[in-house]
């Protein structure tokens, strides 16, 4: 191979003993895996907003955001269920820039694996400790799920990662809900291939061991636009989109459809203060539709406690190093407006 192999690191089993989830805290996290997963299947008429920054950047700034988004969930509590987004890897369209906290703890500094994994584990679990809440991550390494899996309560695969085999069939393992993006194509069978393939039991290859699984019933998409061939951005979340998919997976068979709304990405086309018109407008689109209702069970926001965004030497606590997202003050405010529409 031309690489050179750095070092060895530490087994699923050492990491997840450095940073132990109490009795109490594994509990906790059950209570919030249910209210999940009772959204995405139906039993639970409640919005599931996840939300957060579009990168973890830095653990002090992640988790005072999470702790207001604790207050917050308090007044909304018969509305709206929230899972905040600790993203703690970064996908990169031509392999370059910063790749997140996995890679580099430091934004700064180099890149560290090893610190890395221990950095991102110690954020999910503080988290939990500190707000009570159990986060979503993105799936881009199958094999890195381990680290987290007793941490999280949601999954999501992203764009680019949608059709690759080991994605599929890892999310088939999950006990927890899996998210399906549209690819960048906006090619909507795709995303529906992935959730047929991960809704069913499949034996494979995972980390060194054969593994059977026993298939996914709550994996599901989530829309976030596309990239037309000259690159421009094209939305997937009007009503006539959302009708669109809902008669989609009818005709996949797929016994239950269930979507999430990505409100940034190609939606917004990066313009993130448009997420809060384009959240309000999924809420309505529901209403139109009995179908539409039950399909979508939620929303995707990316939110900090600035504005904006900012380069990685920026130095702004709480803005930003990748997508630009809403900041607090609009965040918080469009939460309850949420749950006064819901």
């Known amino acids: 191979m031309n690489a050179e192999f750095v070092k060895r690191l530490p087994s699923v089993q050492d990491i997840k003993a450095m940073y132990p989830v109490s009795d109490e805290l594994i509990e906790k996290k059950k209570a919030n895996d249910k209210e999940v997963q009772d959204v995405i299947t139906g039993k639970s008429s409640k919005l599931l907003l996840v939300i957060g920054p579009c990168s973890a950047d830095r653990e002090d700034a992640v988790i005072d955001y999470i702790t207001r988004l604790r207050g917050v969930q308090e007044k909304v509590a018969d509305k709206i269920v929230i899972v905040p987004r600790i993203y703690t890897n970064k996908p990169r369209t031509t392999g370059d820039g910063y790749k997140g906290m996995l890679h580099q703890p430091d934004p700064n500094g180099a890149p560290d694996m090893l610190k890395g994994l221990l950095a991102i584990r110690k954020l999910h679990l503080e988290t939990l400790k500190q707000t009570g809440f159990s986060s979503a991550d993105e799936m881009l390494y199958p094999e890195n799920h381990q680290y987290l899996s ?47 393939a991960a809704s069913h039991p499949h034996d ?8 059977k699984s026993k298939g996914n019933p709550m994996a599901h998409a989530i829309l976030r636009g596309s990239l037309s061939k000259s690159g421009r951005s094209l939305p997937n979340y009007h009503y006539e989109d959302l009708r669109s998919l809902h008669e989609t997976c009818v005709k ?30 999924v809420l309505h689109s529901t209403r139109y539709s009995e179908d539409v209702y039950k399909m979508v069970k939620g929303l995707m926001i990316e939110s900090y406690i600035e504005d904006g965004n900012q380069k990685p030497d920026g130095g702004v606590y709480g803005k930003s190093i990748t997508d630009p997202c809403l900041g607090w003050e609009k965040t918080e405010r469009l939460i309850l407006e949420l749950a006064d529409l819901r």
């Open 150 to 196: 007793d941490l999280l309560s949601y999954v999501a695969v992203g764009a680019r990662s949608v059709e690759n085999q080991l994605h599929r069939l890892t999310a088939s393992a999950l006990d927890i809900p899996v998210g399906m993006k549209n690819p960048t194509s906006g090619d909507i069978s795709v995303m529906i291939n992935s959730i047929i």
């Open 204 to 211: 494979f290859v995972y980390s060194g061991w054969e593994v």
């Open 252 to 281: 996949a068979g797929l016994d239950s459809c269930a979507a999430i709304i990505d409100c940034n990405h190609c939606n917004s086309g990066k313009m993130f203060e448009e997420q809060i018109r384009i959240a309000k407008e």
